[in-house]
């Protein structure tokens, strides 16, 4: 065997870190994949930095043999400046250039909706479920947006002549939340409140984990709740997004059907807006877990994304599918 070369790729998001060591003979490849080394899912509230992460991955879970890895990627969640980032809903800092100087290793810093678009392009059968059918134009835009601890977005264009995409992150997630019926204002009005905003919140806090603990609280303040499902949501700490979507009570119920429509409705915004022939990808971590209510052209998502007043037909063209693999 020739050179070996270690590749430690990350996924650092607002609650969880998935890390990935891959063993390559090249760094050349687009293609190879690598042999894995070892993998591990951490939750970041365990752990007061993702240095700390990054040091039990490497030194104290099953010891790598070598030094360090060849090349660090890891695609976080946040704007991305001078190869560091500052997480938008948790405060962590993870810098290039120190973690270069403390592992001894080449460290590039993406943001998380990068790593996710390019991602999209590598897709393999089985792993998707078409929510919209409708023939994918080549070289055409791309676009994905998920819900996860927050709210992604980014999109993909081909090069002039319909070459290899290229993906550019966005922070649309914390574009302002629409309402669109009665309940949504009032909502709005709840948020702002909660939030001290005299004019606006993002759709981030209606359509992400974080999200969905804000709407339920909404209809909790209106008294549809269950006690046990309260309690258990008042000690759920930063899992509550969970206890809401399997909680058996009418606020946690209202609160997924009101997530459901706001998410196909920012889905469709997104068509709109970036008219992605090439496909609309629905990805994060809440699509996959939360499918019952997203797919079916008669579900709230599907029902809000297609409302789009004398555009909604421009939407027919658009091929749309959800992520099912994280």
Not at 177 to 183: K, V
Request: with cysteine; aromatic share 10%; hydrophobic share 35%.
């Amino acid at each position: 065997m020739g050179k070996a070369y270690y590749i430690l790729s990350g996924d650092c998001g607002g609650t969880n870190t998935r890390l990935h060591l891959t063993l390559h003979t090249s760094l050349a490849s687009n293609t190879d994949e690598g042999l894995t080394v070892k993998k591990r899912e951490f939750r970041n509230s365990e752990y007061g930095s993702f240095d700390e992460i990054m040091s039990e991955f490497l030194y104290v879970t099953s010891p790598t043999k070598h030094s360090a890895p060849t090349v660090v990627v890891l695609a976080a969640a946040g704007p991305v400046a001078d190869n560091a980032v500052l997480f938008t809903n948790s405060g962590w800092l993870i810098s290039g250039p120190s973690l270069s100087s403390k592992f001894g290793t080449v460290v590039k810093i993406v943001n998380d909706f990068v790593g996710q678009g390019y991602g999209v392009l590598t897709l393999k059968e089985g792993e998707t479920r078409v929510l919209h059918d409708a023939e994918r134009v080549p070289g055409a835009p791309i676009v994905c947006v998920g819900a996860g601890t927050g709210l992604g977005e980014c999109y993909l264009t081909s090069g002039s002549e319909g070459g290899s995409y290229t993906c550019f992150p966005s922070e649309g997630g914390h574009a302002e939340f629409a309402p669109r019926n009665d309940t949504e204002f009032e909502l709005l009005r709840f948020l702002k409140s909660k939030f001290h905003q005299k004019h606006r919140v993002s759709v981030e806090r209606v359509v992400s984990g974080t999200g969905l603990a804000n709407v339920y609280e909404f209809f909790c303040s209106l008294g549809s709740f269950s006690p046990q499902v309260k309690a258990e949501f008042d000690a759920a700490g930063d899992m509550k997004g969970r206890v809401v979507a399997t909680g058996d009570c009418p606020a946690a119920r209202k609160s997924m059907q009101v997530f459901a429509a706001a998410y196909g409705s920012e889905c469709g915004t997104c068509a709109l807006k970036f008219i992605p022939l090439g496909g609309l990808y629905v990805c994060g971590g809440l699509t996959p877990k939360n499918i019952d209510i997203i797919e079916g052209q008669q579900s709230e998502f599907m029902k809000a994304y297609r409302d789009k007043g004398r555009v909604s037909g421009l939407l027919e063209g658009v091929r749309m599918e959800a992520i099912m693999v994280e």
